[in-house]
């Protein structure tokens, strides 16, 4: 099916594990980006990539890794999960100059 | 730090009633502007954009746009208890493609 997913859309992980949220588009877009939102912080961006090997830093990159060896997809890892990002994860996709299409998040707790 | 507000609610509206969202941002060099709206649990969805200054209609949607107040706004005529959600402006700025999002107005249509 054409669009954009994410997997899984839900994880409970402990404190200190690595986890991997995945994210595939398959209108081969450029653009590919990271959010997380927080009740009372909105969405907020933690990588974005411009195209496959091309990634950058958002407003809250810590923690978080990314990569993009394909232009359908965009992972991100966080390398030893914390508390704080406890979270909901949406990734997303664009062409140029036009508004994102989400997927539909990911819900991680982390204990 | 780039800054997009918005009053985040809840704004009650009586169906059939026009419910009016408004929306500022602090980076002068904004050039494309979105609406987002985003059901309890889902993601956000893409309902308007607009680029230049004035109005731009979509059915019973408005988008409103002053660039010489920092001021975008969405109007939703004939409210329906369906369009309660909340509701993200987004704002990108002039050289690149990341969006930064407000913390949303929260509508309710009350029957």
Redesign the interface.
């Known amino acids: 099916d054409a669009g954009i997913t994410q997997s899984p859309r839900y994880k409970i992980t402990e404190t200190g594990r690595q986890v991997t949220l995945m994210c595939h588009q398959t209108w081969s877009h450029s653009y590919m980006f990271w959010y997380r939102q927080d009740l009372g912080h909105g969405l907020r961006l933690i990588y974005y990539s411009a195209a496959a090997d091309i990634t950058d830093k958002g407003e809250v990159p810590d923690g978080y890794v990314v990569s993009r060896s394909k232009t359908e997809n965009f992972p991100l890892t966080l390398e030893s999960a914390t508390r704080s990002q406890t979270s909901v994860y949406f990734c997303a996709s664009s062409r140029d100059d036009y508004g994102y299409t989400f997927g539909s998040g990911t819900r991680l707790t982390v204990v | 730090q780039k800054e997009v507000e918005q009053n985040s609610g809840p704004l009650s509206v009586p169906e059939g009633a026009i419910a009016s969202l408004n929306c500022t941002y602090s980076d002068r060099v904004s050039q ?1 502007f ?1 609406w ?1 709206r985003q059901y309890s649990g ?5 309902i308007m ?1 607009i680029y230049s200054n004035g109005d731009k209609e979509d059915g019973r949607f408005t988008a409103q746009l002053n660039k010489a107040s920092q001021y975008v706004s969405l109007l939703i005529r004939d409210s329906q208890p369906s369009d309660s959600a909340t509701y ?1 402006c ?1 704002v ?1 700025e002039g050289g690149g ?8 107005t929260q509508l309710k249509v009350e029957l």
Do not use: D, I, Q, V
Request: hydrophobic share 30%.
């Open positions: 494309s979105f987002y889902k993601s956000p969805e893409l954009s993200l987004a990108k493609n990341k969006l930064t999002f407000g913390t949303g």
